[in-house]
């Protein structure tokens, strides 16, 4: 008997503000959680450049280029963001290494775009305050310089190099690793 009277009342009912409720809090979860999604840098790659004939420039002080050396390594680094939004600023760190104690300091004198905690240093930050566009790949180059190699050197001399991001969200803990070498 309260079915029949539920079902021809009209109005409201505590069972039909009950059931209402249910049907739109999830409903307005969506809602509110989809313009969050929207606006995330989504998918952000890094992608080192193919090793290819680069020139090391002389540097006696940082910030002060001389004569070039040829060698082989990555003219730079690309960035592709796949997602809806700006990736904003990006920062991470550059390092140079060698196992070899004969070799000659190597680090990097130039990032396009970007500013380097030190110039010419063989292990910097950098910060890219521009970051890179939604849908966009982008290029970054880099230019390596070199100090003046001792008079009984015998090149070529390999390094490693190794870039981390440390930022936007979509890079984190990104890491790229190559070869540079030196003749």
């Given at each position: 008997?309260?079915?029949?009277?539920?079902s021809?009342?009209?109005?409201?009912?505590?069972?039909?503000?009950?059931?209402?409720?249910?049907?739109?809090?999830?409903?307005?979860?969506?809602?509110?959680?989809?313009?969050?999604?929207?606006?995330?840098?989504?998918?952000?790659?890094?992608?080192?450049?193919?090793?290819?004939?680069?020139?090391?420039v002389?540097?006696?002080?940082?910030?002060?280029?001389?004569?070039?050396?040829?060698?082989?390594?990555?003219?730079?680094?690309?960035?592709?963001?796949?997602?809806?939004?700006?990736?904003?600023?990006?920062?991470?760190?550059?390092?140079?290494?060698?196992?070899?104690?004969?070799?000659?300091?190597?680090?990097?004198?130039?990032?396009?775009?970007?500013?380097?905690?030190?110039?010419?240093?063989?292990?910097?930050?950098?910060?890219?305050?521009?970051?890179?566009?939604?849908?966009?790949?982008?290029?970054?180059?880099?230019?390596?310089?070199?100090?003046?190699?001792?008079?009984?050197w015998?090149?070529?001399?390999?390094?490693e190099?190794?870039i981390?991001?440390?930022?936007?969200?979509?890079?984190?803990?990104?890491?790229?690793?190559g070869?540079?070498?030196?003749?």
């Amino acid at each position: 008997m309260n079915e029949e009277i539920e079902s021809k009342e009209s109005g409201f009912s505590r069972r039909r503000v009950v059931k209402g409720v249910a049907w739109s809090v999830p409903v307005i979860v969506t809602a509110v959680a989809s313009p969050a999604a929207a606006a995330s840098p989504g998918q952000v790659d890094p992608l080192l450049d193919p090793n290819t004939a680069i020139k090391f420039v002389l540097s006696t002080k940082p910030g002060s280029p001389g004569q070039a050396r040829n060698g082989l390594g990555p003219k730079g680094f690309y960035i592709h963001n796949s997602g809806g939004a700006p990736t904003g600023a990006i920062s991470g760190r550059i390092t140079v290494t060698s196992s070899d104690s004969s070799a000659p300091r190597v680090g990097v004198q130039i990032l396009s775009e970007g500013v380097l905690d030190q110039i010419g240093a063989s292990d910097t930050g950098f910060t890219i305050a521009g970051g890179v566009g939604a849908g966009v790949n982008k290029f970054f180059s880099l230019t390596f310089n070199h100090t003046e190699p001792p008079r009984n050197w015998v090149g070529p001399k390999s390094f490693e190099l190794a870039i981390s991001f440390t930022s936007p969200v979509g890079l984190d803990k990104r890491f790229l690793g190559g070869a540079l070498e030196l003749r």
